[in-house]
Nanobody
Framework: QVQLVESGGGLVQAGGSLRLSCAAS????????MVWFRQAPGKEREFVAV??????NTADSVKGRFTISRDNAKNTVYLQMNSLKSEDTAVYYC???????????????WGQGTQVTVSS
């Protein structure tokens, strides 16, 4: 069974930083695009960032503050979040798919999510 497990969420003050991790059992890990989506209370799920082999794409709302990276040896993708704002509060989901798109429908495997709460 393919499993994706997110970790690293929590409560942080505005302006602070947090690093999310997602360990994925997809094989070979390096062949999959890995993506982060988020869903805030009462809002639709939105794209955050995606990474393929070396190419990355980040949503305008987090550009310059969030950085996505991956460690293929550890089958893990990361989301480094800096200068956090209250509007970043959401459940963050990790997913894997064949191509690095911004469309959630293109992703096959999903984790259960990790809560990020940013206080003002």
């Amino acid at each position: 069974q393919v499993q994706l497990v997110e970790s690293g969420g929590g409560l942080v003050q505005a302006g602070g930083s947090l690093r999310l991790s997602c360990a994925a059992s997809v094989r070979p890990f390096s062949a999959y695009a890995m993506v982060w989506f988020r869903q805030a209370p009462g809002k639709e799920r939105e794209f955050v960032a995606v990474i393929a082999w070396v190419t990355t794409n980040t949503a305008d709302s987090v550009k310059g503050r969030f950085t996505i990276s991956r460690d293929n040896a550890k089958n893990t993708v990361y989301l480094q979040m800096n200068s956090l704002k209250s509007e970043d509060t959401a459940v963050y989901y990790c997913a894997a798919g064949p191509h690095p798109t911004t469309n959630e429908r293109d992703y096959v495997y999903w984790g259960q999510g990790t809560q990020v709460t940013v206080s003002s």
